[in-house]
Nanobody
């Protein structure tokens, strides 16, 4: 049974930082591409960042590039999202997911329950 458990969300002022964690179980974590998505009210869920199984390849949404950093610790079966210089528009529920290659692109597979991030102005 695959489980992804996010933590680290909360309320922070604009310009502040948060670090999200996602602990995985029930999968061979070290071979999985992992991703972070976010969804705010009235908007579609969007990909924030992804990281390859070994951690050597990362991708970011243009809106977070230079502010957010995705990383992973395969020994701990955990993926992280360090978020700096947070803006009110970063407010959303953040979801961790495993990703699988489908028709040449990576797509989300299993999801965590999400963690709320709220950035006040």
């Amino acid at each position: 049974q695959v489980q992804l458990v996010e933590s680290g969300g909360g309320l922070v002022q604009a310009g502040g930082s948060l670090r999200l964690s996602c602990a995985a179980s029930g999968i061979i974590f070290s071979i999985k591409t992992m991703g972070w998505y976010r969804q705010s009210p009235g908007k579609q869920r969007e990909l924030v960042a992804s990281i390859s199984s070994g951690g050597g390849i990362t991708n970011y949404a243009a809106s977070v590039k230079g502010r957010f950093t995705i990383s992973r610790d395969n020994a701990k079966n955990t993926v992280y999202l360090q978020m700096n210089s947070l803006k009110p528009e970063d407010t959303a529920v953040y979801y961790c997911c495993t990703m699988v290659r489908s028709v040449g692109v990576f797509a989300p597979d299993y999801w965590g329950q999400g963690t709320q991030v709220t950035v006040s102005s």
